[in-house]
């Protein structure tokens, strides 16, 4: 907890492009190519290092994503969020509802997320030094990585309703068109093996399962249709619209659709897919040429 943390989005460009290469190889196995990305998972770090997108900052801080999403779709499509801490001192988990959740607003993973069913059973003391210790330090969270797109962000805490989350479903768009889906379920349930992982499936947008998988990670051929897949994917596309990937994650509670976050770099680009040709069938949906030749910053300025 001592250890001096390195502000990763003060690094020269070219000090971030050696480092991430290095994460590249070791955590996939191959070469990472820049200067002609192929794969979806080497496009996925041309994207964290070289394009910028205001929309992307915004909708990386999960308070201001919310506030997009009422713009876009209206009410009644997220968690009713109670209260924002921007400040350490700001957090009182006194004053917390019964039963709520608790999160940053810049991380993923199930990091840094507190759910609340009874609050009788919390030991305040311990988890407000927590959250105020780590919750607000950029240096440990998503602000803190190779993704452009956080360095903006305002580290904050904020609180918002308690719901029993079902299955996960996450829209994969390229260019604002759905492309597939897959499915996250058993992440809740007791007795799951942490070190494997919960079941994540793909299936097509028709439904159809899709025979390739995480590296290592479980998967399912028999999930049920959701009640809600076209409804998803309208809201996809429409939400998706103008950026070049995103997966648009959804979870259904008491029968109703909410729109749970964005992600623009899956397990951070940094998993392979099993079999390889996934990876590469992906590259071919995201054109990393029409995205650098748009009004944002080309690969060849050194200056990012």
Known sequence: MNKILDDISKWPIEKREEFLK???EEKMGRTLNLEEP???SEMIQWIKLYYHEPLMGRCADKVLFKKFIREKLGEGYTAKTYEVWEKPE???LRNIPEQCAVKSNCSSDGNNILLVADKSKIDFNKTEKEIKENW???LKLHTNSFANYYYGVQPKVYVEEYLEEADDYDVLCFHGK???VY???EHFEDGINREVGYPMSFYTTEWEYINARYKGIPTKADIKKP???SKMLEISSKLSEGLPFVRVDFFENAGKLYVAEFSFAPWAGLRAYEPEAMD????KWLDIVHTAKAEYVKRQDRSV
């Open 38 to 40: 192929k794969s979806f």
């Open 280 to 283: 590469y069938e992906m590259g």
């Open 90 to 92: 700001e957090v009182d």
């Open 183 to 185: 499915v996250k379920t």
């Open 227 to 229: 009640a809600h897949l």
């Open 178 to 180: 759905p492309k597939f």
């Open 22 to 24: 290095k994460v590249f």
């Open 136 to 138: 607000f330090d950029r």
